[in-house]
């Protein structure tokens, strides 16, 4: 069973990255709604293989909790992504530990 975060402020792009991960057999999903709460569920609720981040969210920026994240767990696999892609952005969220970079 592969365990996913799905971390976004926009609850509707939430439940569609959800639904179509969920729509693979052996997929667990399970969702965050800024950075803040998703650095505190990879703490407390165990080990993800996968947390898809969302760049610009409130309290903590995607950038920020992917720094928190991997230094709680570096073997956690981050994929960035944002409605505003720019190739500085794709740079740094690689440069800085991100698995993959994808554009809304």
Known sequence: ?????????????RLSVRNALEATKDIQV???????????KVKTNGRYDVVILDIDMPRLSGFEAMQAIKEHDPGIIVLMMTAYATIDDAVKAVREGAFHYIAK
């Open 1 to 13: 069973m592969i365990k996913v975060l799905v971390v976004d402020d926009d609850a509707g792009l």
């Open 30 to 40: 399970d969702e965050a709604f800024d950075g803040l709460n998703a650095v505190e």
